[in-house]
């Protein structure tokens, strides 16, 4: 794939879709990561408020801001392919092509 984009072993403007890619893939695996472990870190965090109700609800609040992030992150995948779709042009997002 770089080798389309190099000319000479120098990076042209070609190279640009490449490395927007992959700081999307990156960026969209990050905050992925980081949803599933403030989902876990929230239930751990109910499990120990011994029953006290600020605790309780702190988990929860952030339980559900760590659920709201992951459907967004996968919402936008189907986003990325409606968007696609509708101007025609043909995607691929962390090496799934839409």
């Excluded at 905050?31 to 239930?43: D, P, R």
């Excluded at 702190?58 to 709201?68: D, E, G, L, S």
């Excluded at 996968?74 to 025609?88: D, E, H, K, P, Q």
Aim: proline letters at 2%; charged letters at 15%; one cysteine or more.
């Amino acid at each position: 794939m770089w080798d389309s984009c190099l000319r000479e072993g120098i990076a042209t403007l070609r190279c640009v879709p490449i490395v927007f890619n992959n700081l999307i893939g990156f960026a969209m695996t990050l905050v992925g990561t980081l949803a599933v472990f403030f989902i876990v870190f929230s239930g751990i965090k109910f499990l120990t408020s011994g029953g006290d109700p600020i605790k309780v609800e702190r988990a929860k609040k952030t339980m559900t801001y760590a659920i709201i992030g992951l459907v967004i992150v996968l919402l936008s995948f189907v986003m990325i392919r409606v968007i696609s779709t509708l101007a025609g042009v043909e995607c691929q997002v962390i090496g799934i092509r839409c």
